[in-house]
């Protein structure tokens, strides 16, 4: 296969695989989806999914936010970790939000990074996911698929950022990066790793990964 051929190959199998895409996490608009990726660092959307409950019956909106201490937010979100770094930025980006955008959140990559606690990723997810703004948002999961099917040479986020892209259409940026962190979560895991159920690496992953996938299975 030429790369070509193997793009179109895994855009085609993950259409088939997710026809339609569920968001990880719970929300009902851009602030609440904001300050959900913003907890999501180092947790699990499912962990995060069971606390935002507790903190959204409290504050669904910057002006709520505001009334609650960092102290008050950072008791309720304690449970997904990094509890006083993050219970800081909600607070404070809650403030900005109210001072300089009129309590909305702005459809802007680079308006969202000045924010306390909100980095590029989460940045990205957000204009994606809440305002339909293509953007490429890269996890874990989809930093090390593009690397298992050779899309990029894995040194860092932002290069696989910059490579995915380029290589694939920007009309589907949005759905194909949920779809990807979809398919790594449930056949291209980090760890427990199955090449039999993993078809897509299978079909078009990089030489490098399969021998050492195959080489690994044989001294277990």
Not at 44 to 67: C, G
Not at 128 to 155: C, E
Not at 172 to 177: A, F, Y
């Amino acid at each position: 296969m030429t790369k070509k051929e193997k793009v179109v190959f895994a855009i085609n199998k993950l259409q088939e695989l997710y026809p339609t895409i569920p968001v990880p996490l719970n929300h009902k608009d851009p602030y609440t989806l904001l300050i959900a990726v913003l907890m999501s660092a180092q947790s699990t959307d499912v962990r995060v999914n069971k606390i935002t409950p507790l903190l959204f019956d409290r504050a669904d909106n910057p002006h709520d936010m505001v009334k609650l201490t960092v102290e008050e937010i950072r008791e309720i979100i304690k449970p997904v970790g990094l509890s006083p770094m993050k219970s800081k930025g909600i607070h404070g980006l809650s403030q900005i939000l109210i001072d300089k955008y009129d309590g909305k959140v702005p459809n802007d990559i680079a308006l969202l990074e000045e924010l306390p606690a909100v980095g590029h990723k989460t940045a990205s997810v957000v204009v994606s996911q809440a305002f339909g703004t293509p953007a490429f948002p890269v996890d874990t999961h989809i930093h090390r698929l593009m690397y298992r099917w050779g899309f990029t040479n894995g040194k860092n986020v932002v290069q696989t950022e910059k490579d995915a892209k380029r290589i694939f259409p920007k009309a589907i940026w949005n759905d194909l990066h949920l779809q990807i962190i979809w398919y790594g979560r449930e056949y291209s895991p980090a760890r427990g790793w199955d090449l039999e159920k993993d078809v897509i690496t299978k079909t078009i992953g990089r030489k490098t990964v399969l021998n050492n996938y195959y080489k690994y299975k044989k001294t277990r």
